[in-house]
């Protein structure tokens, strides 16, 4: 399956190494997902690791990239894309239709449509379920410091951290997010989470 990983994807893989973008990432790196590329998207990934609050994940950063330029599918844009809603995505639906991609795979749903050509527009998840191998929740509760709800530190396998990447509360029992903050976030990664609670202000 050919596939196009927005920069948000590569981010949350770095950030959640046992979440389902960096399977995303695995999948490609062992040859059953087809990942493409042109010159502005490449671009795209190496100017946004090399942001300074990305700092921190140099390192580990370095490390996909490298991996991921050894196996991705090289391709030029010979179309102009104007459906996403921020004009930077648009490089990303270019190379999806310049590489026929069957996916464009993204943390950011609410900025594409749900198809463009012959692509379809997914998370992590939605790739996953599409392709009839649905994963099961792959990252554990183990974190730096405990998920914190209130400032009051928790620990209970029972109860799930809020899905932004960068949050460090429990989410809501009925809701995968601590709060509105998070959840109008969705899964965009970002290295400081500003849900305003004090777990978080904290981390």
């Given amino acids: 399956m050919r596939v196009v990983l927005d920069t948000n994807v590569l ?18 790196l062992a040859g059953t997902l087809e990942a493409h590329v042109t010159p502005q998207v490449w671009a ?23 991996a991921l330029d050894r196996v991705v599918h090289r391709t030029e844009a010979t179309t102009i894309a104007t459906s996403a809603k921020d004009e930077d995505d648009n490089r990303f639906l ?14 950011n749903l609410r900025h594409y ?5 012959c ?19 792959t990252e554990t509760n183990r974190h730096p410091q405990a998920p914190c709800r209130g400032g009051d530190c928790i620990m209970d396998d029972d109860q799930e951290k809020c899905a932004h990447p960068s949050c ?12 509105t903050y ?21 981390a």
Avoid: M, W
Wanted: hydrophobic share 35%; net charge negative; proline share 3%.
């Fill in 119 to 137: 692509t379809r527009i997914l998370n992590a998840r939605g790739l996953f379920d599409a392709l009839g191998t649905p994963q099961q929740q």
């Fill in 44 to 66: 795209e990934y190496e100017e946004v690791f090399t942001r300074r609050k990305f700092a921190v994940l140099r390192s580990e950063s370095t490390r996909i990239l490298a």
């Fill in 168 to 179: 460090h509360c429990l989410a809501k029992e009925d809701s995968k997010y601590c709060g």
């Fill in 94 to 107: 270019e190379c999806a239709d310049a590489a026929r991609a069957n996916f464009l795979v993204t943390g």
């Fill in 113 to 117: 449509p749900s198809e463009y050509g």
């Fill in 11 to 28: 981010i949350s893989a770095v950030l959640k190494p046992n979440g389902l973008e960096a399977a995303v990432v695995d999948g490609i």
């Fill in 182 to 202: 998070c959840e109008g976030e969705g899964e965009t990664a970002d290295i400081v989470c500003n849900c305003g609670h004090a777990g978080c202000s904290d």
